[in-house]
């Protein structure tokens, strides 16, 4: 069980749009469609914007879009705003009850 | 509003067992979902560490399975963490969360975080 690939860091001007990837396997990923992101603002804990690849949890806005083609799972912001600078992680489902998720990608509102 | 709460000794020698409990508010862990453990080494990705039912199913991390024993005291509305054989690289932000659904889906509580550093 490895931890899924995100890129180290993201980053897009106010307004613009940015998409954020998460690769797996055919094992994580590409098998299931329980795919997780969360946003994770310095010195807070997680919080959850999209499960099951693309549904948005009651409060996230609908800026907020979630994807998943083959290994790749991947999480776009659109409309930037400065609130939405924050570490991103990535979770899947990975069998056997048991959960993996990606090293996380700092995004960054220029 | 579901809250969750982490409480345990925030060093812990090499070697040792680290001890980690969390306490839910506004909602009994009797009525249902799983509840799960999650750490953060310090910047570093998140790691599941497991997750247990209120009838004491558990599910581990495979790569730490051999260390972690999870419970749960539902008289107390408290689960429990336990890892052995502590090393520094078990030194992290431990959290306790709540999945939407089944074991894994989507932790959508979260506990504020306990730091934990393993040294001597």
């Known amino acids: 069980q490895s931890a899924l690939t995100q890129p180290p860091s993201a980053s897009g001007s106010p307004g613009q749009s940015v998409t954020i990837s998460c690769t797996g396997t055919?094992?994580?990923?590409?098998?299931?469609?329980?795919v997780s992101w969360y946003q994770q603002h310095p010195g807070k804990a997680p919080k959850v914007i999209i499960y099951?690849?693309?549904k948005r949890p009651s409060g996230v806005p609908d800026r907020f879009s979630g994807s998943k083609s083959g290994n790749t799972a991947s999480l776009t912001v659109s409309g930037l705003q400065a609130e939405d600078e924050a570490e991103y992680h990535c979770?899947?489902?990975?069998?056997?009850?048991?959960?993996?998720f990606g090293g996380g990608t700092k995004l960054t509102v220029l | 509003q579901v809250q969750l709460q982490e409480s345990g000794p925030g060093l812990v020698k090499p070697s040792e067992t680290l001890s980690l409990t969390c306490t839910v508010s506004?909602?009994?862990?009797?009525?249902?979902?799983?509840w799960g453990w999650i750490r953060q080494p310090p910047g570093k990705g998140l790691q599941w560490i497991g997750s247990?039912?209120?009838?004491?199913?558990?599910y581990y991390n495979p790569s730490l399975k051999s260390r972690v024993t999870m419970s749960v005291d539902t008289s107390k509305n408290q689960f429990s963490l336990k890892l052995s054989s502590v090393t520094a690289a078990d030194t992290a932000v431990y959290y306790c969360?709540?999945?939407?659904?089944?074991?894994?889906?989507?932790?959508?509580?979260w506990g504020q975080g306990t730091l934990v550093t393993v040294s001597s």
């Open positions: 969360a709540r999945p939407i659904s089944g074991p894994t889906t989507g932790f959508d509580y």
């Open positions: 506004d909602y009994y862990i009797s009525n249902g979902y799983y």
């Open positions: 247990i039912y209120h009838s004491g199913t558990t």
């Open positions: 055919s094992s994580d990923v590409g098998a299931y469609n329980y």
């Open positions: 099951d690849v693309s």
């Open positions: 979770s899947s489902y990975a069998g056997s009850n048991t959960v993996v």
